[in-house]
């Protein structure tokens, strides 16, 4: 194998790896600004909300400030959901690791 082309593949497999590892670092910095517990509406008004939606919920947990399920939508796609725990407004989607779903107006 030709150095050039050894040079070539490296560089394709280097940016082939960030890409496929971005989604995955993109959710764990999920921010909701939810305030104290406290004021949080309780877990299973949000898997009632879920449930509402068609969704079918494996898991779900706080992460960080944010209510993060991993569910089966109507559709049946898996997903990775957050909601913010005061409102119970789901904030973002993902599948996969792509984001498929954001509010409108929500940075975190």
Not at 11 to 17: G, H, K, L, Q, V
Not at 60 to 80: F, I, K, L, P, S
Not at 101 to 108: E, H, S, Y
Request: aromatic residues 10%; charged residues 20%; proline residues 4%.
């Amino acid at each position: 194998m030709t150095a050039l082309r050894k040079t070539i593949i490296s560089a394709i497999a280097a940016t082939s790896a960030l890409f496929v590892a971005a989604p995955v670092l993109a959710d764990g910095n999920v921010r909701c600004n939810s305030g104290p517990q406290q004021g949080w509406k309780p877990m299973s008004a949000l898997k009632k909300a879920a449930w509402l939606e068609g969704w079918t919920i494996q898991k779900a947990q706080v992460e960080g400030d944010c209510y993060e399920v991993y569910a089966q939508t109507e559709n049946g796609m898996a997903v990775e959901a957050f909601f913010h725990p005061v409102t119970l407004q789901k904030l973002l989607v993902l599948r996969r690791g792509r984001e498929i779903f954001r509010a409108r107006g929500f940075t975190g």
